[in-house]
């Protein structure tokens, strides 16, 4: 059974960085589209970042976290990460990761709009100005 599990959030102020981890069990961790998601109250889940743990793809950032995210994995331990840095109040929110299985051969950049089919429960993240 595919699980994904977050960790890492927390309460930081303005400027300050976390780093967000997502333990991935269940699956092979090869050729999936990870990405990390976000919600924040009374608005709609937006893309953060996204990766693709085979070869041949690249990363994906939104304008609003691009040069401040960083999203990562280490393979050996199916494990993906996010390390934000110089976070900001709008950065609030709860905070998800997904996988998507991709066909074998592809390869490319990992749409937010794809429909993931795995889910994490989320980790809180809270940014104070």
């Known amino acids: 059974q595919v699980q994904l599990v977050e960790s890492g959030g927390g309460a930081v102020q303005a400027g300050g960085s976390l780093r967000l981890s997502c333990a991935a069990s269940?699956?092979?961790?090869?050729?999936?589209?990870m990405g990390w998601f976000r919600q924040a109250p009374g608005k709609e889940r937006e893309g953060v970042a996204t990766?693709?743990?085979?070869?041949?793809?690249?990363?994906y950032y939104d304008d609003s976290v691009k040069g401040r995210f960083t999203i990562s994995q280490d393979n050996a331990k199916n494990t993906l990460y996010l390390q934000m840095n110089s976070v900001k109040p709008e950065d609030t929110a709860m905070y998800y990761c997904?996988?998507?299985?991709?066909?074998?051969?592809?390869?490319?950049?990992?749409?937010?709009?794809?429909?993931?089919?795995?889910w994490g429960q989320g980790t809180q993240v809270t940014v104070s100005s």
């Open positions: 269940g699956y092979t961790y090869s050729r999936y589209c």
């Open positions: 997904a996988a998507r299985l991709m066909s074998r051969g592809w390869w490319g950049v990992c749409g937010v709009n794809y429909e993931y089919n795995y």
């Open positions: 990766i693709y743990t085979g070869t041949g793809g690249d990363t």
